[in-house]
Structure formats: structure tokens, C-alpha cells
Nanobody, 125 residues
Framework: QVLLVESGGGLVQAGGSLRLSCAAS????????MGWFRRAPGKEREFVAA????????FYADSVKGRFTISRDNAKNTVYLQMNSLKPEDTAVYYC??????????????????WGRGTQVTVSS
């Protein structure tokens, strides 16, 4: 098992930046395919970004491509989400998630076995 804890959320003005972190417990972090999802008020959880185990392959939702960057430091058991040019529509609770059983459908919440409790990101206009 792995315990995931997100941090770095907050209130930012439109056009600003935030960097989210997700710290994982355990010594097998490098075996986990990691993703970021978000849930806005009244909406379903949606895929944001994902990283392969080594970090060499990354994937993004069209809505954040070019603005957000996912990265990971396996030595620190941490995955990051750098969010630039934030928009009010990026307001949501952001969750990190992980799985050791990657099947290719990185955008599917059901793929992931472990989830953090989330961190709130609010972008004001």
C-alpha cells in the first residue's frame, strides 16, 4: 500500500501559478504510475495529468496542455503539478492517485488504486 498526501493548494488570481506536491509513503514509489485529477463543484472528477513510473512519459488533458506540467522525483517519493496561467475554471479540489497496474487508460479514475485526500485550488477572476 501507499499513502498519498497532497499539498500546495491555495487561492491565486487568474494568470498566476501554483505548484502542487504529492508525497507518497513507502519505498516502492518508483513502481507507481501517478496521476492528477480534479473535481470542480457540481462536476465529476476529471483527468488532469499523468506520469509514467520513470517520468519519461507524461500525459495531459487538452484543457491544461501547455499550462500544467507534471513531474516526479522518485528519490523524494514525490510527484508535482506545476500550474501556470491559471484560469477561474481551474478551480477545483486536486487529487493525486497512483497504481502499480498500469494498463494504458491513464485518464480513467478507476485505473488508480490509491488516492490522496485532495487539496483545494481556487482561482479568482
Amino acid at each position: 500500500q501507499v499513502l498519498l498526501v497532497e499539498s500546495g493548494g491555495g487561492l491565486v488570481q487568474a494568470g498566476g501559478s501554483l505548484r502542487l506536491s504529492c508525497a507518497a509513503s513507502g519505498r516502492t514509489f518508483s513502481t507507481y504510475f501517478m496521476g492528477w485529477f480534479r473535481r470542480a463543484p457540481g462536476k465529476e472528477r476529471e483527468f488532469v495529468a499523468a506520469s509514467s513510473r520513470s517520468g519519461s512519459s507524461t500525459f495531459y488533458a487538452d484543457s491544461v496542455k501547455g499550462r500544467f506540467t507534471i513531474s516526479r522525483d522518485n528519490a523524494k517519493n514525490t510527484v508535482y503539478l506545476q500550474m501556470n496561467s491559471l484560469k477561474p475554471e481551474d478551480t477545483a479540489v486536486y487529487y493525486c492517485a497512483g497504481t502499480q497496474s498500469y494498463t494504458g487508460h491513464y485518464y480513467t479514475p478507476g485505473l488508480y488504486d490509491y488516492w490522496g485526500r485532495g487539496t483545494q485550488v481556487t482561482v479568482s477572476s
